[in-house]
């Protein structure tokens, strides 16, 4: 499909952080096509910057040197939700429009779609993630999850424990999977096999157990929207610990673990994205320079964490000059 170029202007603003005293962070954000209403970003190795823009069914893909944006359409109906990057560098989509996954290869755009069985319509795809195999699974949050080996095309759809609910996914370094529910409020582990989820209950029901992200230990990340919680779990141990978000009213929406293991998460009472240190147990916040700016993926790379604002149509970055980061 033919994409379509934009040169956008960025606004830049620099920042302290924190929880870090004299240590200075630059916060710059990028305007994407007004209308795109960015859910998921990816960057990629490469130095641009994928992100789905849900509304327009487009893939987009930043140039953050110029801020030129390229937008990819993935097909009538679409929807995408999720973006990942892949080792080859391709962008894989989980699209809700469409009912399918999709690929998106980085040099010529070519889209390939696969489509989720007839009888799995209206999955309302959420997000995907590689376990260490290199099959791509993902979540529905009608209540479904499944796995697609892009290899021989053979995909696999799962009926969730409770029902309605998958949303964030992720894999830990050892190659496993996890994913959560919002609506069963649980922490879920597939075996890679047989595909049947170990359910990892949360003392405290419903919680809302939104996104995932493990760390460099195989730790799980959790961001709990209703209860405004930011929590962890440990496989070794079998454990929770569980950590509230500054303010009155936090509602914990997206999470990632950079290479350092700090831990970020968007607050939408705060409308900020917040920093953890699992060691000091201390938050640092930087809010957004607009209202509702609604930060629903949060990803990264070596010294930068990026996020995409739903609700500006802008993608905004949190350069931390932080090197040992990992993707």
């Known amino acids: 499909m033919q994409s379509k170029s934009f040169a956008l202007a960025a606004l830049v603003l620099a920042v302290v952080l924190p929880a870090s005293p004299g240590a200075a962070a630059e916060v710059k954000y990028f305007n994407v096509p007004q209308g795109d209403h960015p859910h998921d970003v990816a960057p990629a190795p490469d130095g641009t910057v994928w992100y789905t823009g849900q509304r327009a069914g487009v893939l987009g893909r930043l140039n953050p040197d110029t801020g030129q944006v390229d937008r990819i359409p993935l097909g009538e109906g679409s929807a995408p939700h999720g973006v990942i990057i892949s080792p080859d560098g391709a962008a894989w989509i989980t699209d809700g429009g469409l009912n399918a996954i999709v690929r998106v290869d980085p040099a010529t755009h070519e889209v390939k779609t696969w489509k989720l069985p007839k009888d799995r319509a209206n999955a309302n795809l959420n997000t995907p993630a590689f376990d260490g195999s290199g099959r791509i699974w993902f979540t529905g ?12 095309g053979e995909m696999q759809v799962w009926d969730a424990p409770k029902g309605v609910g998958p949303y964030g996914i992720t894999a830990t370094p050892d190659g496993a ?24 209950e949360r003392k405290s029901p419903g919680v809302g157990t939104r996104r995932v992200w493990s760390d460099s230990k195989g730790r799980l990340w959790v961001s709990e929207w209703n209860a405004g919680n930011l929590s962890v779990y440990d496989p070794a141990a079998s454990s929770w610990e569980v950590y509230k978000l500054p303010g009155e009213a936090p509602h914990a929406y997206a999470v990632y673990v950079d290479g350092k293991d700090k831990v970020w998460v968007s607050d939408f009472g705060a409308n900020a994205v917040l920093k953890f240190d699992p060691e000091t147990k201390s938050f640092a916040s930087f809010p957004s320079d607009k209202p509702d700016a609604a930060v629903r993926q949060l990803n990264g790379r070596p010294g930068e ?23």
Not at 141 to 152: N, W
Not at 182 to 200: E, H, N, W, Y
Not at 306 to 327: C, F, H, M, P, Y
């Open 305 to 327: 964490v990026w996020g995409a604002e739903s609700g500006t149509d802008r993608l905004v970055v949190i350069r931390t000059g932080d090197k040992q980061a990992k993707d």
């Open 177 to 200: 999977i996890y994913y959560v529910s919002l609506a069963g409020s649980f922490l879920g582990k597939p075996d890679l096999d047989t595909g049947k989820t170990t359910v990892i």
């Open 141 to 152: 949050q009608s209540g479904i999850y499944g796995r697609l080996d892009p290899k021989t």
